[in-house]
C-alpha cells in the first residue's frame, strides 16, 4: 500500500488567489501522476471559525508545509505565526530522535529583496538548483505567464515534486502539535532582530534639530467628544494620552519638530516603559488623571516632568514617515527610506514584527502637503496599517483638513500645540539671532518692538511666523525702520506660502482639478475674517463659515466648500478640529487678514464694521494701511488684486527630463539604471536576453520604438499593453519567437519581424486593433499568400501585411 503524506500551504491570503489556486492545481496534478508517494493537501473546511489571520490551516499537522514567501507574506500574512509553529515542531523531533526534521519548503513567490530570516535561510535548500526565471521573477509570475515561461515552470514544478517526495520518505518524522502547544510556539523570526535593530538605531537619525523651546499640549480629549475641557501639560508627556493621538494645528506651529522630539527620546531613551502608561489599545478620555513625575504646581501649570529622558511608549525604534512624496512607504520600505546603510541587512518582515509587537511607533509628517485628490488614498493605508498592528503606537501632524474622523472614532485623541508665549518668542529668536552679528543687531531692533505692540506678537506665536520676522528685520536696509505693516506682512506668509512640491504619484480626478487661484484664497479669507470678528478664536460653525463665502465677490470658478478646503489646505488660515467646525489659528491673526480686505477690497463700508466690532487694534492697522496706500500710491494688497478680478498665479514649469534620442541595453540592469535616472528614452534596443521587460518597459517615459535583437531564448513578446506611447516594434534574429498575443491588447501600430520561420500569419495579428502594418521577412521559400479580404461577417480592418524573402548570404 502507497503511503499517504499530507502537506499544507502557508501563504499571503488575500493576495493572488486566482494564481495561487492555478499554480497548486498544477502542482497537485504532478502529484497526482507521479511515480513517488501520494500527498493529500489539508484544505480548510468551507465553514472554518478561525481567523485566517492567525495561521495557515494544516500547519501543526502536515508532513510538509509549502511557504509561498513574498513581501507581502513577511510583512502582512501568517508567517509569523507559522514559523513559530513549525520552529518548535522541529526543536520537538530533534529532543526526541536526536536528528532535527524539516517540515518547511520555502518557495519564492515573489522575489523578497531584503535578507530572509534564519529559520527560513535555513530551510531554503530548493533555490540553488532552479532555473534563473524562478529567482528573479518568482512562482507568482512564472504562472501567470506559463505560456511563455512554460519550459521553466515544468522544472520548477518537477524539483517541487521531487523535493517533497526526498522530505518524506529521507527525513525524520515530525511531531504533531495540539492546538495548545501551538499556541505557546516562540516567535521564531525574530531571532536575529535585536541585532539589527540595534543597527538601525545607529543609522536611523533625527529629521530636525531639537527644538530650543519646551512647548505645551492641549488635549482635547476624543476626536468625537465635541467642545471638552482643555487640559495643558508639557509635551515631555504625550505618550501619557494614549497609543494613538492626532496632532491637530494651523502651518507653521511646530509639529514637525515634536516629532522629531519623539525620535530623538526614542534613540536615546530607556527601554522600560514608563510606569502608569497606558496599556495597548487604551485611550485616555475625559479629565487627565494624575501623570506620575508631575507635581500640580500653585500657578496652575505643570511641573517639569522626570521622565523625560525615557522612550516614549517604551519604543525605542522610531518611524518617522513624510508623505511629502504623494504616499508613504511600504513596510519594507521603511528602513530604505529611513537608515539606507543599514537596509541589505534588514531581515524581512522586521518592520511589520516591530510594530506587531508594539516595540516601534510610527510618526506621520507632512499630509497636508499630499495634493487633496491623493490624500484619501494615503489615509486609507495608514489606516489599514494600524489596524494590522493595533499595539503599535501612532502620532498624526495634520491641519485637519482631510482627516477621516468618522472613521477614527474614539481610537484616537486629538491635541494640539498651545501658541508660543511672549517668553518663549524671546528665547526662540535669541536661539535664531545667536549665529552672525547681523542677526544681533536685527533682534535688538525687533525686541523693543515686539514688547509695545500686542498684534506682533500674536502673530508671532508660531515658530515659522517668527523666525520670519527676524529674517524681514534682517534684510531692512539700515537705519531706515520697516513698517509695522510689511513686519505683519511677512509673519503671515511665512505660513501661508509653501513651496511647490512636485510629487510623483498619479493624479486623480476631483476638486484638485481646478485648484482655486492663490488670490481667490487670500480674498476669501479675509472675507470670513470680517464675517466672524465679533467671535474669539473658538471653533466657528461650519455652516456660518459657509455662509460667509457666499458674500457678493466669491469666486465662481469654486464652491463654497472647496474653498473652505482650500482655505485649510494652503496655510492652515482655518482648519477643522472636528467634523463640522474651523477656526482661525489665533484672532491676531483674524485681524490682520480683516484690515487688509477692508483696506483693498471695493464696496466694503469699513465704517460700519468698525462700529459693530470695536477694536483698538483693527482700527490701527487698517488706518495704517490706508496711509501707506495714499502715500505711495495703489498698493497691491497681500489678499487680492485691488479693483480687479482676482489673478491667477501661472503654475511654475517642471524641470526639463533628460532624454536620450536611442539607447541600447543588454541586461535589466542596465534598463532599471535608466528607469532610476528618469531619463526620456524614445528608442530603446535590447541585445540578448534581457529580464523583466514587462515590469519595466510601462515605467520608462516617452518610449515609442521598441527592438528586440540576438534573443534566441525569445518564444513570445512581452506584455505591452501598458506601453501607451510605443508605436513601432522590431525583432531581428529571434528564431524562435513564436508567439504574439502581446500584440492584441498593445497600442503597436507598426511591426517588423527579421527572420520570421516558415509558417503561416498567425491570426493573432488580425486582432490588434491599432496594428496597421507589418513587414515579414523570411529566408527560406515563400509562404503561402495571406487571405487578402477578411472572413466574413466581421467589420474589423485588418492590418497591411508585408511578406518578402531574403537571399541567403
Known amino acids: 500500500m502507497v503511503p499517504v503524506y499530507r502537506y499544507a500551504v502557508s501563504y499571503a491570503h488575500g493576495r493572488d488567489e486566482a494564481w495561487v489556486a ?65 520552529a518548535l515542531r522541529r526543536s520537538l523531533g530533534q529532543a526526541r530522535t536526536g536528528v532535527a526534521p524539516q517540515p518547511a519548503l520555502p518557495l519564492v513567490w515573489e522575489p523578497v529583496e531584503r535578507r530572509l530570516p534564519g529559520p527560513v535561510m535555513t530551510a531554503d535548500v530548493f533555490s540553488a538548483g532552479q532555473p534563473v526565471e524562478y529567482r528573479s521573477l518568482g512562482l507568482a509570475l512564472l504562472t501567470m505567464q506559463a505560456p511563455r515561461y512554460r519550459q521553466a515552470l515544468d522544472r520548477v514544478l518537477n524539483g517541487i515534486v521531487a523535493r517533497m517526495a526526498e522530505m518524506v520518505t529521507v527525513g525524520a518524522p515530525t511531531p504533531e502539535l495540539d492546538e495548545r502547544s501551538a499556541e505557546d510556539a516562540p516567535d521564531a523570526l525574530s531571532a536575529d532582530d535585536a541585532a ?43 505618550p501619557r494620552l494614549g497609543r494613538r493621538i492626532v496632532l491637530v494645528g494651523p502651518a507653521g506651529a ?16 530607556a527601554s522600560e516603559r514608563v510606569p502608569g502608561g497606558t496599556v495597548p489599545g487604551q485611550v485616555t478620555a475625559g479629565p487627565l488623571p494624575e501623570v506620575p513625575g508631575v507635581r500640580p504646581r500653585t500657578d496652575g501649570a505643570p511641573a517639569a516632568p522626570t521622565t523625560a529622558d525615557r522612550a516614549p511608549w517604551g519604543c525605542r525604534v522610531p518611524f518617522v514617515l513624510s508623505a511629502r512624496s504623494g504616499a508613504l512607504p511600504r513596510l519594507d520600505g521603511m528602513v530604505p527610506t529611513l537608515a539606507p546603510l543599514a537596509a541589505a541587512q534588514e531581515p524581512a518582515g522586521w518592520a511589520s514584527r516591530r510594530l506587531r509587537s508594539g516595540q516601534a511607533f510610527l510618526a506621520v509628517d507632512d499630509l497636508d502637503a499630499v495634493p487633496a485628490s491623493n490624500r484619501a488614498a494615503v489615509w486609507e493605508w495608514l489606516l489599514h496599517l494600524l489596524e494590522a498592528h493595533p499595539d503599535a503606537p501612532c502620532v498624526i501632524a495634520t491641519n485637519g483638513t482631510g482627516v477621516p474622523w468618522s472613521r477614527l472614532g474614539d481610537t484616537f485623541r486629538v491635541v494640539g500645540l498651545t501658541p508660543l508665549s511672549p517668553d518663549d518668542v524671546r528665547a526662540l529668536l535669541d536661539s535664531r539671532a545667536a549665529a552672525s552679528p547681523e542677526d544681533r543687531q536685527a533682534l535688538g531692533a525687533l525686541l523693543p518692538r515686539c514688547d509695545s505692540d500686542p498684534l506682533l506678537v500674536g502673530v508671532a506665536d508660531r515658530p515659522a511666523a517668527a523666525a520670519a520676522l527676524l529674517r524681514a528685520t534682517s534684510a531692512a536696509a539700515r537705519p531706515v525702520r520697516i513698517p509695522r505693516h510689511q513686519l505683519l506682512r511677512a509673519g503671515v506668509s511665512a505660513v501661508w506660502r509653501r513651496p511647490r512640491v512636485e510629487t510623483t504619484a498619479p493624479p486623480v480626478p476631483g476638486l484638485a482639478a481646478s485648484p482655486v487661484p492663490d488670490s481667490v484664497l487670500r480674498a476669501a479669507s479675509g472675507r470670513l475674517a470680517v464675517a466672524t470678528l465679533g467671535l474669539d478664536d473658538s471653533h466657528i460653525p461650519l455652516r456660518t463659515a459657509l455662509s460667509a463665502l457666499r458674500d457678493t465677490g466669491s469666486s465662481d470658478s469654486a464652491s463654497p466648500e472647496h474653498l473652505l478646503a482650500a482655505l485649510a489646505d494652503r496655510a492652515g488660515v482655518v482648519f477643522r478640529p472636528g467634523p463640522d467646525t474651523v477656526a482661525f489659528p489665533n484672532p491676531e491673526v483674524r485681524t490682520y487678514l480683516a484690515a487688509h480686505h477692508l483696506a483693498y477690497t471695493l464696496g466694503t463700508d469699513a465704517d460700519t464694521v468698525l462700529r459693530r466690532h470695536p477694536s483698538a487694534e483693527l482700527a490701527a492697522l487698517l488706518a495704517e494701511l490706508l496711509a501707506a496706500g495714499t502715500s505711495a500710491g495703489p498698493v497691491r494688497s497681500v489678499l487680492a488684486t485691488p479693483g480687479g478680478s482676482p489673478r491667477r498665479l501661472p503654475a511654475a514649469s517642471p524641470p526639463p527630463r533628460p532624454a536620450v534620442r ?22 530603446l534596443r535590447c541585445t540578448g536576453p534581457v529580464d523583466g521587460l514587462a515590469e519595466v518597459l510601462p515605467r520608462l517615459p516617452g518610449l515609442r520604438s521598441l527592438v528586440l535583437a540576438d534573443d534566441p531564448s525569445l518564444v513570445a513578446l512581452p506584455e505591452l499593453a501598458r506601453c501607451r506611447s510605443l508605436r513601432s516594434v522590431r525583432v531581428l534574429r529571434c528564431p524562435n519567437l513564436r508567439d504574439l498575443t502581446a500584440l492584441e491588447s498593445s497600442a503597436v501600430m507598426f511591426l517588423d519581424i527579421d527572420p ?50 531574403r537571399r541567403r548570404s
Open 756 to 805: 520570421w520561420p516558415d509558417l503561416p500569419v498567425p491570426d493573432g495579428l488580425r486582432r490588434a486593433l491599432w496594428l496597421s502594418r507589418v513587414n515579414l521577412v523570411t529566408v527560406g521559400s515563400r509562404p503561402r499568400p495571406a487571405a487578402a479580404v477578411p472572413p466574413p461577417g466581421t467589420d474589423t480592418v485588418f492590418p497591411e501585411i508585408r511578406m518578402r524573402r
Open 196 to 238: 539589527f535593530t540595534e543597527r538601525f538605531r545607529k543609522e536611523v537619525v533625527p529629521a530636525l534639530p531639537p527644538f530650543p523651546v519646551a512647548r505645551t499640549l492641549v488635549s482635547r480629549g476624543p476626536a468625537d467628544a465635541g467642545h471638552t475641557p482643555e487640559h495643558a501639560l508639557p509635551t515631555d508627556l504625550l
Open 254 to 269: 511646530g509639529h514637525s519638530t515634536e516629532l522629531a522630539r519623539l525620535a530623538a527620546r526614542a534613540l536615546g531613551g
Open 22 to 86: 492555478r499554480f497548486l492545481d498544477e502542482l497537485r496534478r504532478r502529484l497526482e501522476t507521479g511515480d513517488g508517494p501520494r500527498f493529500h493537501r489539508l484544505v480548510p473546511p468551507a465553514f472554518s471559525d478561525g481567523d485566517p489571520g492567525k495561521g495557515s490551516y494544516g500547519t501543526r499537522t502536515a508532513d510538509v508545509v509549502l511557504a509561498l514567501c513574498s513581501p507581502a507574506y513577511f510583512n502582512e500574512g501568517p508567517a509569523q505565526r507559522d514559523w513559530a509553529v513549525l
Open 662 to 683: 536611442r539607447a541600447s541595453v543588454r541586461s535589466s540592469a542596465e534598463v532599471r539604471a535608466l528607469l532610476r535616472a528618469g531619463t526620456a528614452v524614445p528608442a
